[in-house]
């Protein structure tokens, strides 16, 4: 134990670690050591080295560690519901960083541009997410409305509140984009089938679908680059495909 007025035994050990931080930056630290620094700021009194290997046991990596939920890092012994919700907050503030870092200035108009829009919306997400962007004439988006979320690759939703909602944004065109947490950037028939329904659905409300785009942690699909995106013809009201 130490005595009173001495130092914790680990104060020289976190001195020297700042210290190295602030030379080097926290990219020169291995996964377990940039965990055990950010652990500083949480747990400010206790050694967060084990803790910070035990989190990386038991999820796997430091990326994982954040994606985790702060139910799922309570389980982990050391961890608290301040330090998890900090944890937690951490991917939460870098989302939030990487959504207001966005270039608004310029509309959707190429696959680029609609997947560097998109890809923060699922930054760090391990369950399906669903959204629809509104957009005007130009392709400037307007709203950006989360539709549904569920489990790993599998999301449902109430089509009619989607036209509802599409409608009450006032946008004469839509971009549609969900996520494949731990599978391949390539549509499946559900993904293709549903963009149909869609765009039976808003194409007679004046609404047309842009793209339908799949987002996974490394790459990106579109049905419009691919030549399967539906498009609803006014004039033989029926859905035929560009």
Same mark, same amino acid.
């Given at each position: 134990?130490?005595?009173?007025?001495?130092?914790?035994?680990?104060?020289?050990?976190?001195?020297?670690?700042?210290? @190295? /931080?602030? *030379?080097? $930056?926290?990219?020169? +630290? #291995?996964?377990? %050591?940039?965990?055990?620094?950010?652990?500083?700021?949480?747990?400010?009194?206790?050694?967060?080295?084990?803790?910070?290997?035990?989190?990386?046991?038991?999820?796997?990596?430091?990326? @994982? /560690?954040? *994606?985790? $939920?702060?139910?799922? +890092? #309570?389980?982990? %012994?050391?961890?608290?519901?301040?330090?998890?919700?900090?944890?937690?907050?951490?991917?939460?503030?870098?989302?939030?960083?990487?959504?207001?870092?966005?270039?608004?200035?310029?509309?959707?108009?190429?696959?680029?541009?609609?997947?560097?829009?998109?890809?923060?919306?699922?930054?760090?997400?391990?369950?399906?997410?669903?959204?629809?962007?509104?957009?005007?004439?130009?392709?400037?988006?307007?709203?950006?409305?989360?539709?549904?979320?569920?489990?790993?690759?599998?999301?449902?939703?109430?089509?009619?509140?989607?036209?509802?909602?599409?409608?009450?944004?006032?946008?004469?065109?839509?971009?549609?984009?969900?996520?494949?947490?731990?599978?391949?950037?390539?549509?499946?028939?559900?993904?293709?089938?549903?963009?149909?329904?869609?765009?039976?659905?808003?194409?007679?409300?004046?609404?047309?679908?842009?793209?339908?785009?799949?987002?996974?942690?490394?790459?990106?699909?579109?049905?419009?680059?691919?030549?399967?995106?539906?498009?609803?013809?006014?004039?033989?009201?029926?859905?035929?495909?560009?």
């Amino acid at each position: 134990m130490a005595q009173a007025g001495s130092k914790p035994i680990h104060a020289d050990h976190r001195a020297r670690m700042r210290q @190295r /931080v602030r *030379e080097n $930056g926290i990219d020169s +630290l #291995q996964e377990h %050591e940039a965990l055990e620094y950010l652990l500083f700021y949480a747990i400010p009194r206790r050694d967060t080295n084990a803790l910070a290997h035990r989190l990386i046991q038991t999820f796997g990596s430091f990326c @994982r /560690v954040l *994606e985790a $939920g702060e139910e799922e +890092l #309570q389980q982990v %012994e050391g961890i608290g519901p301040t330090s998890a919700h900090f944890l937690h907050m951490l991917l939460d503030a870098s989302r939030y960083y990487a959504l207001h870092k966005r270039d608004l200035s310029k509309p959707l108009a190429t696959f680029e541009d609609r997947v560097e829009y998109l890809r923060p919306l699922f930054l760090g997400c391990r369950e399906e997410q669903f959204y629809m962007v509104a957009l005007d004439d130009a392709g400037y988006p307007l709203h950006t409305v989360l539709i549904a979320k569920g489990i790993p690759n599998q999301v449902t939703f109430d089509r009619q509140w989607l036209a509802r909602t599409a409608v009450a944004t006032r946008c004469t065109r839509v971009l549609l984009a969900h996520n494949h947490p731990s599978g391949l950037a390539f549509p499946s028939t559900a993904d293709r089938d549903t963009t149909v329904s869609l765009t039976w659905l808003l194409g007679p409300l004046g609404i047309s679908i842009v793209d339908h785009i799949i987002i996974t942690p490394d790459d990106a699909a579109s049905l419009e680059k691919a030549g399967r995106m539906p498009v609803y013809d006014m004039v033989l009201q029926k859905v035929v495909y560009q």
